[in-house]
């Protein structure tokens, strides 16, 4: 893709889109007083909850702060590219910045898998290069899936209830105790 950088000056207009001139041809002014500055990409793991609720993972990749929005965000599984799974939502101007957020969808066994390393890569181009920005994220092992997880809570809760079985027992006990004693005094 072919960027094209003008900075604005006094006389021009300000322009806060972009013009496109067919495939692969960009000419963005820049507001005046705005540095071209790179994202900042942080990546986060899937919720337990999901994983747990719907046996799916979604990884989430936030690139932030960056300006002008000439980024290119891929994904990669094992520095393999991944092409399904994702939505990648339009950049958002805010504050003078341009933040971006992406979603890479798996399933739970590929996200229950340590050898799996996921990385997010945002391309910037900054006016005369692009560089690469990236943040990754190895799966987790998981030593135990859900049905060792419902039968240990089964387990625990077999266990509270007869702890407090033993207890009731024990109290009826003393009081049987008790009234024998108080039967025989009164006797």
């Known amino acids: 893709m072919g960027d094209i950088f003008f900075e604005q000056q006094d006389f021009m207009p300000c322009i806060n889109s972009p013009l ?36 799916k993972a979604t990884i989430v990749c936030l690139a932030t702060d960056f300006y002008p929005d000439h980024v290119i965000l891929t994904w990669s599984l094992n520095n393999n590219p991944i092409t399904e799974g994702i939505k990648t ?3 958002k101007y805010e504050n003078k910045k341009y933040s971006l957020i992406s979603r890479l969808r798996i399933t739970r066994n590929q996200w229950q898998n340590s050898k799996n390393n996921f990385k997010c890569k945002v391309n910037f181009y900054n006016s005369s290069t692009s560089t690469s920005y990236e943040a990754s994220i190895t799966g987790e092992e998981c030593g135990s899936n859900t049905s060792t997880n419902d039968s240990y809570l089964r387990q625990a809760n077999l266990g509270k209830l007869v702890y407090i079985l033993l207890i009731f027992k024990s109290a009826l006990y003393g009081a049987f105790i008790m009234h024998l004693k108080l039967r025989k005094k009164v006797v």
């Open 89 to 91: 939502e339009e950049p």
């Open 20 to 55: 496109n001139f067919g495939p692969g041809t960009r000419v963005s002014v820049l507001e005046k007083g705005h540095f071209i500055t790179p994202p900042t990409v942080t990546i986060f793991s899937p919720s337990k909850r999901e994983l747990e609720k719907k046996q």
